[in-house]
């Protein structure tokens, strides 16, 4: 999952900027040119009035007529920036994911005092604010979308990147002798992986579940698994004093 992630909004929007990052395109230390910023801002304008639309008609409803009816363009402006929806909702997702990362990493940089908790940081930043039935049922487009375009090389480098701050949390806990110095870090890290996206799907598909419903959820499933963890160590042990 894209989780992932916050999906809704690309970062809380202050009065007057634009929720979606803007992204640079030239090469890296190189300063853009007032048409290539101009053309950059048009991109990421057209991305936030198809969201918004997206947000409140529903996905299938909205035509790209529409899109640049709301966003004062022709529809020619709108082909060129992006020959379907699917690519507006793939690039609102890559600003999402970029965005999002500057949140993994302070949950990272300020560690709980227990694996559970800095697991359960993790998935809240991710969730982030998707709070409204339309933002809801947009994810659950992009979800679809992730599905369908797997081999997408930056689908499969979000679903890395996510899960490599669930291995980062643990192995922070395991060096600080909290897990278990046998757990494979990378494999529970998938596997948490794998409980979160599926939670996230669950907490799109219902409108009247909370954040701190799906995370009590998410908590639970964490401490069975961790339970599991211990028992296997356990067990190991005792097999290992039999011998």
């Known amino acids: ?10 970062g809380r929007k202050r009065t007057g900027e634009s929720s979606v990052a803007l992204p640079h395109m030239g090469k890296p230390g190189e300063t853009l040119g007032l048409r290539d910023r101009k053309k950059a801002q048009q991109r990421l304008d057209l991305i936030e009035v198809a969201v ?21 363009v022709s529809t020619k402006t709108v082909y060129n920036y992006f020959p379907t929806k699917r690519d507006i909702l793939i690039e609102f997702l890559v600003a999402d994911r970029e965005r999002a990362i500057s949140e993994f990493r302070k949950v990272i940089e300020t560690p709980a005092d227990n694996p559970i908790d ?8 991710d969730i982030g604010d998707v709070l409204l039935p339309g933002e809801r049922a947009l994810w659950l487009e992009i979800m679809a979308v992730t599905v369908r375009e797997r081999g997408d090389e930056r689908f499969r480098r979000y679903r890395h990147m996510f899960t490599s701050y669930f291995e980062t ?14 757990l494979n870090v990378a494999l529970a890290a998938h596997i948490i992986h794998i409980v979160h996206s599926e939670n996230f799907e669950h907490f799109c ?10 995370l009590s959820s998410a908590r639970a499933q964490l401490d069975l698994l961790f339970k599991a963890w211990a028992d296997d160590k356990a067990a190991a042990g005792a097999r290992k004093a039999r011998k």
């Open 52 to 72: 918004k639309l997206f947000k409140k008609r529903g996905y299938e409803a909205v035509r790209m007529e529409d899109i640049a009816s709301k966003a004062d």
């Open 1 to 10: 999952m894209m989780s992932s992630a916050n999906r809704a909004n690309t």
């Open 205 to 214: 598909m219902e409108p009247s579940l909370t954040v701190e419903g799906a």
């Open 169 to 182: 949390s643990l192995s922070h806990f395991q060096e600080a002798g909290k897990i278990s110095p046998s």
């Open 118 to 125: 800095d697991l359960i940081r993790l998935m809240e930043a």
